[in-house]
């Protein structure tokens, strides 16, 4: 599978990264062990959790596991607290869950409008508590993730505010249908590279919200389900400029297709990116 590099971390990410909120709380050992394994054999070397993943249970299931392949992984976490001390438990209860450390990347996690990113960056905000497990070896790198149309506006400020590592946003022919999404997108992905700013795109084979219809998957929105509908999304969310790598959908049944997209990857050209986006055109964003 093809790496790229994540950022100034220097780790050669590969392109398809294992998305921790596959583990719902339905997940048994043995099936986190299943898929852990097979998207190692396939050359995912880059693994991005959560503390409230699998309501707090997806730490768990990657902890024995991790412990075992340490030495050929890139893991991250995140933490969706907004105080410091809220944020510095929430840490150090990751490590232990994971019984790595110090962990590759932490990250200020959910990040979806202006008082959230004011709190989190606030004087006793988790900002202070990654900069503190930072300098106690704790975590190597310091991120920052959210969904919603504000995400790529906000860390285009997040960055003015403090140098992250990495950034986490969403990316994919309906988001880039809509004018201004598009463009606070692109000048995010354009600071990301000047910056040597790791950038991980999710939601890269989102299809549309649920709505009323019978949901098949563990996702909260309705993913792309046939191969060639999520070739189609990888490519066009690994074709823009300074993404290093994609989360998997939150759905462990979709991990094969995910990676035969991955092995398969294709670039796309500027006008096969357009028409994706025109063949987009009126079909509904997962976010509000």
Same mark, same amino acid.
């Given at each position: 599978?093809? !790496?790229?590099?994540?950022?100034?971390?220097?780790?050669?990410?590969?392109? +398809?990264?294992?998305?921790?909120?596959?583990?719902?709380?339905?997940?048994? +050992?043995?099936?986190?062990?299943?898929?852990?394994?097979?998207?190692?054999?396939?050359?995912?070397?880059?693994?991005?959790?959560?503390?409230?993943?699998?309501?707090?249970?997806?730490?768990?299931?990657?902890?024995?596991?991790?412990?075992?392949?340490?030495?050929?992984?890139?893991?991250?976490?995140? !933490?969706?607290?907004?105080?410091?001390?809220?944020?510095?438990?929430?840490?150090?209860?990751?490590?232990?869950?994971?019984?790595?450390?110090? /962990?590759?990347?932490?990250?200020?996690?959910?990040?979806?409008?202006?008082?959230?990113?004011?709190? +989190? !960056?606030?004087?006793?905000?988790?900002?202070?508590?990654?900069?503190?497990?930072?300098?106690?070896?704790?975590?190597?790198?310091?991120?920052?993730?959210?969904?919603?149309?504000?995400?790529?506006?906000?860390?285009?400020?997040?960055?003015?505010?403090?140098?992250?590592?990495?950034?986490?946003?969403?990316?994919?022919?309906?988001?880039?249908?809509?004018?201004?999404?598009?463009?606070?997108?692109?000048?995010?992905?354009?600071?990301?590279?000047?910056?040597?700013?790791?950038? /991980?795109?999710?939601?890269?084979?989102?299809?549309?919200?649920?709505?009323?219809?019978?949901?098949?998957?563990?996702?909260?929105?309705?993913?792309?389900?046939? *191969?060639?509908?999520? *070739?189609?999304?990888?490519?066009?969310?690994?074709?823009?400029?300074?993404?290093?790598?994609?989360? /998997?959908?939150?759905?462990?049944?979709?991990?094969?297709?995910?990676? *035969?997209?991955?092995?398969?990857?294709?670039?796309?050209?500027?006008?096969? *990116?357009?028409?994706?986006?025109?063949?987009? +055109?009126? /079909?509904?964003?997962?976010?509000?």
């Amino acid at each position: 599978m093809e !790496t790229r590099r994540f950022g100034r971390s220097g780790h050669r990410s590969s392109i +398809a990264i294992f998305g921790g909120a596959a583990f719902h709380p339905l997940i048994d +050992a043995a099936e986190a062990e299943e898929a852990l394994d097979l998207a190692l054999a396939a050359g995912v070397n880059h693994y991005d959790f959560a503390a409230g993943y699998g309501n707090g249970m997806a730490e768990t299931r990657l902890g024995p596991w991790l412990e075992r392949h340490r030495e050929q992984v890139f893991v991250g976490t995140k !933490t969706v607290q907004r105080a410091y001390a809220a944020a510095w438990a929430e840490i150090n209860r990751s490590l232990a869950l994971l019984r790595c450390e110090p /962990m590759d990347l932490a990250q200020i996690h959910g990040v979806v409008d202006d008082d959230e990113l004011d709190a +989190a !960056t606030a004087a006793d905000g988790a900002l202070k508590a990654m900069c503190r497990a930072r300098d106690e070896g704790l975590t190597r790198f310091i991120g920052i993730t959210g969904h919603g149309l504000q995400a790529p506006r906000l860390f285009c400020e997040a960055l003015e505010c403090f140098d992250f590592d990495s950034v986490l946003f969403p990316i994919n022919p309906v988001l880039f249908g809509i004018a201004d999404y598009r463009r606070h997108a692109e000048r995010l992905l354009a600071r990301c590279q000047e910056r040597d700013v790791g950038v /991980m795109a999710i939601k890269s084979i989102a299809k549309g919200p649920w709505g009323d219809r019978d949901k098949r998957w563990h996702t909260w929105y309705e993913p792309w389900e046939t *191969q060639d509908r999520i *070739q189609q999304g990888v490519n066009f969310a690994l074709s823009q400029p300074g993404v290093s790598g994609i989360p /998997m959908a939150g759905e462990t049944r979709l991990l094969p297709l995910v990676l *035969q997209a991955a092995e398969d990857f294709t670039p796309l050209s500027l006008p096969e *990116q357009e028409s994706l986006i025109a063949a987009s +055109a009126g /079909m509904e964003a997962i976010f509000a």
